[in-house]
């Protein structure tokens, strides 16, 4: 199975910073064929079901807000929230699915400093 | 609207049976592939289950296999997830969401307790 790690497991950002969160995989997810990465990032917030932030690496979904991206190849990931806003607070799961079974990080949580 | 409504979520004892619902809505059900993930109260998620737009294929994380199966029933616009053999583990807030790999739309959840 393929192991998805986050780093770090939370972090407390001021309002208007930057917050950038790290994921790890023990194998490569990059479908070189395409020069696709199989990942996808997830907001949850408190209470809430999670919504998919990021697909293929770097493809923001449909009415995600510009200020998140996605980026890294291969095995390393990186996703950023260019200015945080109060809203933002909330659980960040990378999942990917480049082979089954489909496995998720352990999540970062994002806090107000 | 597009929507996922799950439901069939109890508290059951451990060895015991449950079968959760999906109703979809608002979208194509029938062209795509739906999963199940799960959340165990206070953790991460894990996905639990696949099935491919006709039903013909399913996929299954090694800890439900031969426990729990995935079912669709694309003239309802809806997916189903029996459970047999129920764990305290298998205790968790079970998701429907749309698609096979990454997962666009999910519904509200449906809590499954497991416990004596």
């Known amino acids: 199975d393929i192991v998805m790690t986050q780093s770090p497991d939370s972090l407390a950002v001021s309002l208007g910073e930057r917050a950038t969160i790290h994921c790890k995989s023990s194998?490569?997810?990059?479908?070189?064929?395409?020069?696709?990465?199989?990942l996808a990032w997830y907001q949850q917030r408190p209470g809430q079901p999670p919504k998919l932030l990021i697909y293929?690496?770097?493809r923001r979904q449909s009415g995600v807000p510009d200020r998140f991206s996605g980026s890294g190849s291969g095995t390393d990931f990186t996703l950023t929230i260019s200015s945080l806003r109060a809203e933002d607070v909330a659980v960040y799961y990378c999942?990917?699915?480049?082979?089954?079974?489909?496995?998720f990080g352990g999540g970062t949580r994002v806090e107000i400093k | 609207e597009v929507k996922l409504v799950e439901s069939g979520g109890a508290l059951v004892q451990p060895g015991g049976s449950l079968r959760l619902s999906c109703a979809a809505s608002?979208?194509?059900?029938?062209?795509?592939?739906m999963t199940w993930v799960r959340q165990a109260p206070g953790k991460g998620l894990e996905w639990v289950a696949n099935?491919?737009?006709?039903?013909?294929?399913?996929n299954y994380v090694a800890s439900v296999e031969g426990r729990f199966t995935i079912s669709r029933d694309n003239a309802k616009n809806s997916l189903y997830l029996q459970m047999n053999v129920l764990r305290v583990e298998d205790t968790a807030v079970y998701y429907c969401?749309?698609?096979?790999?990454?997962?666009?739309?999910w519904g509200q959840g449906t809590l499954v307790s497991v416990s004596s």
């Open positions: 969401a749309r698609r096979g790999d990454d997962f666009d739309l």
């Open positions: 608002g979208f194509s059900f029938n062209k795509l592939w």
């Open positions: 099935i491919n737009e006709d039903g013909s294929e399913e």
């Open positions: 194998q490569n997810i990059l479908f070189t064929s395409d020069n696709t990465n199989y």
């Open positions: 293929l690496g770097s």
């Open positions: 999942q990917q699915y480049y082979n089954a079974p489909l496995t």
